[in-house]
């Protein structure tokens, strides 16, 4: 099987885009040719490969726990691939904004939440495609759509229970919830012990200026759990109502269905995975 040809590097996380830029640089540096750096690397491999091979003959226990180390790393890679027919939108959509809440600590919760752990904005094809036609109808006017929340693994659906179960936890209640009492998020449906998000199709949203630093005027902030966060809310100004009514249209001309108590939440129409529910991490 031969081994893969040396390319251009992409940031990878905790490296920063000057970083990579300049080990790139590097390369190019060393030699012109791609292929003579492909050469080199698959000598130094092979060879190593080989010096491996006869130490292990007198070196039993070290073969073992490189061989370990060796399937340790491979389960790790596989646990961190996305299933097949998902993509990472920051990938797949050009353009596009993102700001994960549950990663940090501006949400209801007030913390991280379980699986969102360096996480990144993930869809189903179909869903993301969808959603780069709609970032494709905002590009011309200077807009684009900025991601709260894509898919959610149950993991952390089951830590958003387990928070509401949590009844004297409310430090961020004034921002969030302040005329809701915490004991009724099961039963006023803000709460749930399954979630839309979870089958990968469902994402959150609003619309920014194309560089992401002014957010449209919504009436309402992300995951505020009130009345004032209903599409059809009737106190909106025209301002405000304008706003949704385009953030709706763009997303239901492009196969997406509102959630009548969320105005930033919308679900592809016909999802691919209407009955099942995810669990890998996206990252």
Not at 69 to 96: C, I, M, N, T, Y
Not at 141 to 156: E, K, N, T, W
Request: some cysteine; charged content about 20%; proline content about 6%.
């Amino acid at each position: 099987m031969p081994l893969p040809m040396y390319r251009k590097r992409q940031p990878g996380f905790g490296e920063s885009a000057g970083t990579v830029a300049a080990l790139n640089l590097l390369w190019q540096l060393i030699t012109p040719d791609p292929v003579v750096v492909t050469v080199m690397f698959n000598v130094a491999f092979v060879g190593g490969l080989i010096m491996l091979a006869l130490s292990c003959v007198a070196k039993r226990s070290l073969c073992s726990a490189l061989g370990s180390l060796v399937l340790a790393l491979g389960v790790s890679a596989a646990a961190w691939a996305l299933p097949e027919g998902f993509v990472f939108l920051d990938e797949a959509v050009p353009g596009l904004q993102v700001d994960m809440r549950y990663s940090g600590s501006n949400n209801f919760l007030g913390r991280p939440v379980q699986g969102y752990e360096a996480a990144r904005p993930v869809l189903t094809r179909e869903a993301a495609q969808a959603l780069a036609r709609v970032q494709a109808d905002l590009k011309p006017f200077g807009l684009a759509v900025l991601v709260f929340d894509a898919y959610r693994p149950q993991r952390a659906v089951d830590d958003f229970v387990r928070w509401a179960e949590e009844v004297d936890d409310t430090k961020m209640k004034a921002d969030y919830y302040p005329r809701v009492d915490k004991r009724n998020l099961f039963k006023e449906d803000y709460i749930a012990a399954r979630s839309g998000h979870s089958r990968g199709s469902t994402v959150d949203l609003t619309l920014v200026s194309k560089d992401g630093s002014v957010q449209l005027d919504m009436g309402s902030g992300f995951d505020f759990f009130g009345e004032e966060s209903w599409p059809e809310h009737p106190e909106l100004t025209p301002q405000q109502r304008a706003n949704r009514l385009l953030l709706q249209t763009l997303m239901v001309r492009h196969g997406f269905k509102p959630y009548p108590k969320e105005w930033w939440h919308f679900t592809l129409a016909n999802e691919p995975h209407a009955e099942t529910y995810f669990d890998f991490l996206a990252r």
